[in-house]
């Protein structure tokens, strides 16, 4: 299978280097960050969600009108609307878009986050609640009229006018790594999303949502997240990662003074728990600005040069990762130079391997 280059979308021109509310929203930048994503060759953006932060159906939908072939994964929590509205509202905008639209649907780790939009069911709960909801998502999109009898929902006579331009239905992402979510995502997923660990950590999650999917009578893809910092040498790309490390330091205390949080939802408590071991892990996969950010998702990075940061993620593949998430820490620079100097080693590295 060919891989998948999926990107960052970003609202305003922030980053853990120079960070900004997350509530500011920047129109222009939006506009200019989509360009790139479209003229670096990505895929797919993720578009993220949190309970203080904007509506990412919203912003996906304007995505889709000022963008030509760039796809979503539009992150979705259950429990806040009907899961035949959520359905009708994402195949509406799959035919808007036609056929550019994915659900990443989360269950959310953070008891404390969910309650603060009136969710008090917990992780566990919020997993089973997951688990009804997705196969409620697809007999929406399939068009069929159905009843259900469920423990979080009950249906009668739900049916959608509106289906998915994709024809096996829009694919659905999903993560997490506690035992009820393996579960799950083997049972439901399309996609299995997580971020990035050492090798054999990453192997050992990956068979085990194999063998749930393989209980189940499925198969399920894998995307993997990481940030990437790219140099022209080893020692550039080293040199870089130290002068983006002194920028976060300088933001997150920036941010402190103000009161403020960097926009990173959640803790990286395998980054944490790696970086006992030492700031780089399998000779590349640097938690240098993990640690400085408090072990915030999203902060391991991969260090090097094109062709080594290639190989590196080479080695992902080979695992089962078809689908690579990558980001830098500069918004719309970053997303240039990764699409210039990267993007095309990847692919290209994908194929000779195949």
């Known amino acids: 299978m060919s891989i998948e280059i999926i990107g960052t979308f970003n609202h305003r021109e922030s980053s853990e280097a120079s960070p900004r509310p997350m509530g500011i929203v920047e129109p222009d930048f939006i506009a200019r960050l ?29 995505l889709a009108g000022i963008t030509r072939r760039l796809r979503f994964m539009i992150a979705h929590r259950p429990g806040f609307v009907a899961p035949t509205l959520a359905a009708r509202q994402f195949a509406t905008l799959d035919r808007l878009s036609e056929g550019r639209v994915g659900v990443h649907v989360i269950s959310a780790p953070s008891d404390t986050e969910t309650q603060a ?8 709960e919020r997993h089973a609640r997951s688990a009804e909801y997705i196969p409620l998502l697809r007999r929406t999109w399939s068009g069929e009229r159905f009843d259900h009898d469920g423990t979080f929902y009950t249906l009668r006579g739900a049916r959608s006018e509106v289906v998915p331009v994709q024809g096996g239905g829009i694919p659905v992402f999903f993560g997490g790594q506690s035992p009820r979510a393996l579960e799950v995502a083997g049972q439901h997923a399309d996609v299995y999303a997580f971020g990035i660990d050492r090798l054999d950590p990453s192997a ?15 198969t399920v893809d894998f995307c993997m997240s990481t940030r990437i910092i790219v140099g022209r040498t080893e020692g550039e790309a080293w040199d870089k990662a130290q002068a983006v490390l002194e920028d976060v330091r300088r933001g997150v205390e920036d941010m402190a003074q103000k009161g403020g949080q960097p926009g990173v939802l959640g803790k990286n408590e395998l980054a944490e728990a790696r970086a006992r071991e030492g700031d780089v892990l399998d000779e590349r996969l640097w938690v240098g600005i993990a640690r400085a950010t408090g072990f915030q998702k999203a902060a391991s990075t991969i260090v090097g040069t094109p062709d080594s940061v290639a190989a590196s993620l080479l080695a992902y593949h080979r695992l089962g990762v078809n689908r690579f998430l990558i980001s830098g820490f500069d918004p719309i620079a970053d997303v240039l130079h990764l699409g210039e100097h990267l993007v095309p080693r990847l692919r290209a590295f994908a194929e000779l391997a195949a």
């Open 34 to 62: 989509a360009a790139a994503f479209e003229a670096a060759d990505f895929d797919r953006v993720l578009i993220a969600q949190a309970a203080t932060w904007p509506d990412g159906v919203v912003f996906a939908t304007h």
């Open 204 to 218: 050992a999650l990956i068979a085990s949502v194999r063998e749930e999917a393989r209980k189940a009578g499925r």
């Open 117 to 124: 939009d009136g969710d008090f069911l917990t992780r566990d």
